[in-house]
């Protein structure tokens, strides 16, 4: 997702690994890295984050369109041999599925890699009603991967047919729910889904809101969570916990809302503010920590060395 000049990302809920009784486990969050170093690099300016069940950081690079990838217990990440990004300078979203393939969005490419970098497939997507596309963030449902574009007001779509990624095409131009608001100011950033693929939650700097979609009717309305604007960059959704990552518009940090069972109202609960965050842009769950991008987006190139910030989830141990 991105305000200008942020763009952000994308986003994941993920569970914590626990240590098996009687063998040696993984570590406990007291002994995992406060701090982790994406890259020492001049101008890498990371951007998405993502981590897997068994406690796998994948993080994007605006800079250089590289992913980077490194364990929950190590400080430091490593580049992804991801074949096929060389000719995409800048890579925002990223995720995984649940075969273990990495997701990723950067300009007007989404692409498919295996865990050992090997390109499955790659998908353009078309221009909207403003241009070219610039794809921001996605999220795997089910039967589709759902992708927002910063540059248009539209959500493209590309259907899961078996182990089959089908065309990236416009699916959704998001206009509809607030027709007077100009059309190149949406600046469409993070997407989530709920665990069904039947609602989507879709943050816009832009209109500093995160709107409610319903991927069966194409209803979009906005998520009512009070007076207080609330334009996310990127976000994780667990259960009916909504993790935010604030950068426009309101202190830097995190921000958690907790949703009713329609996802179509919330409060905000907690607002980490205070943490160690550079122009964060987005962030993963994992366990009893949040993991949170310092892009430093707001000063390209920049300083090395570019980090993700880990800080306990003050829900942990609550209701999901």
């Given at each position: 997702?991105?305000?200008?000049?942020?763009?952000?990302?994308?986003?994941?809920?993920?569970?914590?690994?626990?240590?098996?009784?009687?063998?040696?486990?993984?570590?406990?969050?007291?002994?995992?890295?406060?701090?982790?170093?994406?890259?020492?690099?001049?101008?890498?300016?990371?951007?998405?984050?993502?981590?897997?069940?068994?406690?796998?950081?994948?993080?994007?690079?605006?800079?250089?369109?590289?992913?980077?990838?490194?364990?929950?217990?190590?400080?430091?990440?490593?580049?992804?041999?991801?074949?096929?990004?060389?000719?995409?300078?800048?890579?925002?979203?990223?995720?995984?599925?649940?075969?273990?393939?990495?997701?990723?969005?950067?300009?007007?490419?989404?692409?498919?890699?295996?865990?050992?970098?090997?390109?499955?497939?790659?998908?353009?997507?078309?221009?909207?009603?403003?241009?070219?596309?610039?794809?921001?963030?996605?999220?795997?449902?089910?039967?589709?991967?759902?992708?927002?574009?910063?540059?248009?007001?539209?959500?493209?779509?590309?259907?899961?047919?078996?182990?089959?990624?089908?065309?990236?095409?416009?699916?959704?131009?998001?206009?509809?729910?607030?027709?007077?608001?100009?059309?190149?100011?949406?600046?469409?950033?993070?997407?989530?889904?709920?665990?069904?693929?039947?609602?989507?939650?879709?943050?816009?700097?832009g209109t500093e809101a995160v709107w409610r979609v319903d991927t069966v009717t194409e209803e979009?309305?906005?998520?009512?969570?009070?007076?207080?604007?609330?334009?996310?960059?990127?976000?994780?959704?667990?259960?009916?916990?909504?993790?935010?990552?604030?950068?426009?518009?309101?202190?830097?940090?995190?921000?958690?809302?907790?949703?009713?069972?329609?996802?179509?109202?919330?409060?905000?609960?907690?607002?980490?503010?205070?943490?160690?965050?550079?122009?964060?842009?987005?962030?993963?769950?994992?366990?009893?920590?949040?993991?949170?991008?310092?892009?430093?987006?707001?000063?390209?190139?920049?300083?090395?060395?570019?980090?993700?910030?880990?800080?306990?989830?003050?829900?942990?141990?609550?209701?999901?």
């Open positions: 997702m991105r305000r200008v000049p942020v763009r952000t990302a994308c986003l994941t809920a993920v569970v914590l690994l626990t240590a098996l009784a009687g063998t040696p486990g993984p570590a406990t969050a007291r002994d995992l890295p406060d701090t982790y170093v994406v890259s020492r690099e001049p101008g890498v300016l990371p951007e998405g984050i993502t981590v897997t069940p068994d406690g796998t950081l994948y993080v994007s690079s605006d800079g250089h369109g590289t992913l980077y990838r490194g364990r929950v217990g190590e400080p430091d990440l490593t580049p992804f041999p991801a074949r096929g990004l060389e000719d995409r300078p800048s890579t925002l979203g990223v995720h995984t599925d649940r075969r273990g393939r990495v997701l990723s969005v950067g300009g007007a490419s989404l692409t498919v890699h295996d865990r050992h970098g090997r390109l499955l497939a790659t998908r353009t997507a078309r221009g909207g009603p403003l241009g070219a596309p610039h794809l921001n963030d996605l999220v795997v449902t089910r039967d589709a991967v759902y992708v927002t574009d910063w540059a248009n007001p539209v959500v493209h779509r590309a259907e899961i047919r078996g182990s089959t990624l089908g065309p990236l095409e416009p699916w959704l131009d998001v206009r509809s729910a607030f027709p007077r608001f100009p059309a190149q100011y949406w600046l469409l950033n993070g997407i989530v889904a709920d665990d069904s693929g039947r609602t989507l939650l879709v943050a816009s700097n979009v309305s906005r998520l009512d969570l009070g007076d207080r604007s609330f334009g996310p960059d990127g976000m994780v959704l667990h259960g009916r916990t909504l993790y935010a990552v604030l950068n426009y518009g309101a202190p830097h940090g995190v921000y958690i809302a907790r949703l009713d069972e329609e996802l179509r109202t919330g409060t905000v609960t907690h607002r980490l503010t205070d943490g160690p965050f550079d122009l964060p842009t987005t962030l993963a769950r994992h366990g009893c920590r949040l993991y949170v991008v310092n892009s430093q987006l707001d000063e390209p190139p920049g300083r090395p060395p570019y980090t993700v910030s880990a800080v306990d989830d003050p829900t942990c141990g609550g209701a999901p």
